[in-house]
């Protein structure tokens, strides 16, 4: 075991910051940490989400002779991530974001994780975007993906005027996804070099009812990949990263839309929607709608017979 994380309360976190600052630790900086300690072997670092994350050599040691029986006060403690072995395994997860939102691009992004990455992912509480209703909080954690040491990743925003045409030519909502995530693993592939060990599976939500929907997109080198499509996928870790990302690009994207066009721009599909709707064409006219919202939705036949009432 060469890394390991924990909850803990503020009360065992200002323990084991004791511990530490009299065992011959010295402070290290590390992003979105309280704080963080290490000497050769081993790096100790509590974050903001309050989970220690422990790496180096000395993290067995650690574990079995300080943290469980001098901060845990036991010696039976494993972490989400231990009972679920398949999730340190070096992988890749994709996910997406914009799907369901009428305005704004659909935004594909890729993340490649190992044992340490994993782990380090965990100590910031990375969890699924979509349990996350925070922007701010979102472009937090992508931040902390982005900045984590030895996390690859890969992001393709396919924005509005891209994404009608690619609507309009394959005419299915899943192959354009299927198109957007073989181009991330793609481009993660393209970095082979930067992943250790080597990623032996992608894995990405079932949105597809075979998996061949994504390997007829990708090319000879993603074709090698062992491609999992699952219910739920953003229960892992790497999944998880990739959805975060992603939504940070999409939110992103949709204000600079929305500064562009001066409108509120909301997200989802709703009568909230519908109304910004009639509001852009009002303003902009049909002809721009293209640009800020995705077209084959029914939101556009709705809105459509309201060009104009704004003006009566």
């Known amino acids: 075991m060469t890394s390991h994380t924990a909850k803990l ?3 065992q976190a200002e323990a084991l910051r004791g511990i530490l600052a009299m065992r011959a630790f010295e402070q290290a ?14 790096t100790v670092t509590w974050y903001k989400s309050g989970k220690v994350l ?24 494993t972490d989400m991530l231990d009972g679920q072995p398949q999730q340190l395994e070096p992988h890749i997860g994709v996910d997406e974001s914009g799907k369901g939102d009428f ?3 659909l935004v594909v992004a890729g993340v490649y994780v190992n044992e340490p990455v994993a782990r380090a992912l965990d100590g910031l509480g990375v969890k699924d975007s979509k349990t996350i209703t925070n922007d701010k909080k979102i472009a937090a954690l992508a931040k902390g993906i ?9 992001i393709v ?8 045409r690619l609507h309009q030519r394959m005419r299915n909502v899943n192959k354009i996804l299927a198109w957007g995530h073989a181009r991330v693993i793609e481009n993660l592939l393209g970095q082979r070099h930067r992943m250790e060990p080597q990623p032996l599976r992608a894995i990405s939500d079932q949105f597809a009812r075979s998996k061949a929907t994504i390997q007829s997109a990708l090319m000879e080198e993603g074709r090698r990949l062992e491609l999992v499509q699952m219910h739920k996928a953003e229960s892992d870790i790497a999944v998880a990263a990739a959805s975060i990302l992603a939504r940070s690009v999409f939110v992103q994207r949709l204000k600079t839309l929305e500064e562009e066009f001066d409108l509120d721009l909301p997200k989802g599909a709703s009568s909230k929607v519908d109304t910004a709707g009639s509001d852009f064409l009002n303003k902009h006219g ?3 709608l293209g640009q800020v919202a995705k077209l084959h939705f029914r939101t556009t036949q709705k809105i459509q017979p309201k060009l104009g009432l704004a003006q009566d």
């Open 146 to 154: 982005r900045d984590t040491n030895g996390c690859v990743y890969s």
């Open 54 to 77: 422990l790496q180096g050599k000395g993290t067995k040691e650690f574990v079995e002779f300080t943290l469980e029986p001098e901060v845990l006060g036991e010696a039976a403690f």
């Open 29 to 42: 900086e590390v992003p979105h940490s309280i704080f963080s300690y290490k000497r050769p072997g081993l």
């Open 157 to 164: 925003p396919i924005g509005n005027t891209s994404y009608n």
């Open 103 to 105: 305005f704004g691009p």
């Open 286 to 288: 049909i002809e721009k």
């Open 9 to 11: 309360s503020p009360e």
